[in-house]
């Protein structure tokens, strides 16, 4: 219900932007967050947006290069990746909650499969 797309392979320094789209679970406007997953460690947060678009945020690690944004009204998110480095190479998952605390993996009930970032040195 949640597909994500845009990932690749790009040297350090590079960009990408990663899309979000939902299907099927129309009914609301869910807040949405980002997620990542390096080789052999957990998954952690990057960034989220709530439902209005307002007040986005991000881990340390990506804030000033990442940047989160949303279509208004509709339950597709973006993630622009500036100024990547080898160490954002990663699983990157969208997902979607109905709660408010943002940063909290376990909050979120509906996932997507992930797309792969890959940044070479």
């Known amino acids: 219900q949640l597909a994500e797309s845009g990932g690749g392979l790009v040297q350090d320094g590079g960009s990408l932007r990663l899309t979000c789209v939902m299907s099927?679970?129309?009914?609301?406007?869910?807040?949405m967050g980002w997620f990542r997953q390096a080789p052999g460690r957990a998954r952690e947060f990057v960034a989220a947006?709530?439902?209005?678009?307002?007040?986005?945020f991000y881990s340390d690690s990506v804030k000033g290069r990442f940047t989160v944004s949303r279509t208004p009204n509709e339950n597709t998110a973006f993630l622009q990746l500036d100024n990547l480095k080898p160490a954002d190479t990663a699983l990157y998952y969208c997902?979607?909650?109905?709660?408010?605390?943002?940063?909290?993996?376990?909050?979120?009930?509906?996932w997507g499969q992930g797309t792969q970032v890959t940044v070479s040195s």
């Open positions: 099927g679970r129309t009914d609301r406007i869910w807040n």
């Open positions: 997902a979607a909650t109905a709660k408010y605390r943002l940063r909290v993996q376990e909050e979120y009930t509906i």
């Open positions: 947006i709530n439902w209005s678009g307002q007040a986005p």
